[in-house]
């Protein structure tokens, strides 16, 4: 019997209304003739009405009471779309993460999957169960608690369930139509692509499109589900949504797929650090140590011979999110201190924001980094930083010009037209 994995976020599962909504698109495919596997969310704003609730009572709170209490937005909602859709005449059961059983690491509020047993849910199917409606965001430690999987963790919730079942495709139900060239809101022109490639998607969640949970795109990518991204406010078709999928099903693709952004990061350079073999290790040892997610790395070679240094010198330059630069510079002037790193200056800019272009047609086409720099340098925008990567190009620029080069790439690459 082919089988469907059909997600559905806060929005979509929102009311009561919204729930009998999302109930007749699954309707509709047992219809078909699949059997359906749903996943749900907590009804929007739910799960941070939870983390507020656990916040306010402890500050430092235990983290395994803190999943107890976050988790419970998703079994609402599976209880009620399960009775929604037997209301329909639709056999349907609500499950649990512990009644699969969804096995998971300990790691509470962060937790990953270790395994999703098909037995319990195979042997309801084959009892005349037409759809398995699964909370999705949690799991069961191997000492028997409830976790979580981290902000977004439904939409891995049903990839996993996707690539355990086999399931022929996974679609995911949220408010927007599918995956764009670049953020709407930015600009009129964002175009609704048909397919992307999973290596473009993963840089396209990672580099801050909300569409996905990267980690679920990234357990896509490696068990190769179809994954498919689409709005619960339409009637859906079968060319509907974005279909994310591998390299090999798109046929042919332009150099640049996205255009992305990231408004709050910040820079930070170490000026004339010594140039010698474990200087990175030195300061990027402590920054890790102090939580900071640093992005793009850059060090500049310098055979000048600065004033006071008798060794060569360079610079080292980083990015990391704004909100993490106190952090940062804590963590570097105590290395400093305690005199395993030495360093002339440090120089700090949190009015930076990075804009990306995404393609891995990037791989075959050339002049794409130059196409990228001319048309930031005809809006006037000065680049910081550079960094490249095989599908991506990345610069650090003035955060007030952001929109500005997000428009100006959009256009220079004409992503407003099909391929
Ligand atoms: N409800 C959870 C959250 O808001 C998980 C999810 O919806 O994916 O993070
Ligand atoms: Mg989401």
């Known amino acids: 019997m082919a089988l469907l994995v059909m997600k559905f976020g806060g929005t979509s599962v929102a009311d009561l209304d919204r729930i009998r909504n999302a109930a007749a698109k699954v309707k509709a495919e047992v219809d078909r003739g699949y059997d ?15 983390v507020g609730w656990v916040e306010a009572t402890s500050p430092l709170f235990d983290a395994r009471e803190y999943d107890a209490v976050v988790s419970s937005g998703e079994n609402v909602t599976a209880g009620l779309m399960s ?3 037997q209301e329909m005449g639709v056999p349907a059961r609500s499950w649990q993460g512990w009644q699969v059983p969804i096995q998971t690491t300990s790691a509470h509020s962060a937790a990953r999957f270790v395994d999703i047993p098909r037995a319990n849910i195979d042997q309801k199917f084959e009892e005349g169960m037409k759809v398995a409606v699964v909370a999705g965001f949690q799991g ?71 569409v996905l949970q990267t980690r679920s795109v990234e357990l896509a990518m490696r068990y190769k589900v179809k994954l498919r991204v689409l ?23 332009k150099a640049v797929s996205g255009v992305a952004y990231s408004r ?65 510079r804590k963590a570097l002037e105590e290395a400093k201190a305690a005199g395993e790193i030495a360093y002339d200056d440090l120089i700090m800019d ?10 891995i047609g990037m791989r075959s086409h ?37 929109e500005l080069a997000v428009q100006a790439l959009h256009d220079a690459f004409e992503l407003d037209k099909a391929a």
């Open 36 to 50: 359906v596997i749903v996943i749900v969310s907590a009804m929007s704003g739910k799960t941070n009405e939870l």
């Open 83 to 85: 009775l929604t859709l």
């Open 140 to 210: 069961v430690s191997p000492e028997g608690r409830i976790t979580t999987l981290g902000r977004g963790g439904s939409d891995t919730t049903a990839v996993a369930f996707a690539a355990a079942f086999g399931a022929e495709r996974c679609d995911i139900y949220t408010d927007v139509d599918g995956v764009y060239t670049t953020d709407p809101r930015i600009t009129s022109k964002a175009r609704k692509l048909d397919r992307i490639a999973f290596e473009e998607m993963l840089e396209l969640a990672s580099l801050g499109a909300k």
């Open 231 to 253: 709005s619960s406010f339409e009637d859906a078709t079968e060319t509907s949504g974005t279909l994310v999928c591998d390299e090999e099903d798109i046929m042919e693709s």
């Open 264 to 328: 709050d990061e910040a820079k930070m350079t170490l000026v004339t650090v010594e140039d010698r073999p474990g200087i990175a290790a030195a300061i990027f040892g402590p920054l890790a140590e102090a939580g900071v997610n640093v992005d793009m790395i850059v060090q500049n070679i310098s055979e000048k011979n600065y004033e006071g240094h008798t060794g060569a010198v360079t610079d080292m330059t980083f990015s990391c999110p704004t909100n993490q630069v106190a952090r940062a």
């Open 350 to 359: 949190d009015d930076v924001a990075k804009v990306s272009v995404v393609g």
């Open 366 to 402: 050339a002049g794409v980094a130059a196409k990228m720099f001319a048309a930031l340098a005809a809006e006037n925008v000065n680049i910081k930083v550079i960094t490249t990567s095989e599908i991506k190009i990345s610069v650090l620029i003035d955060r007030k010009y952001m």
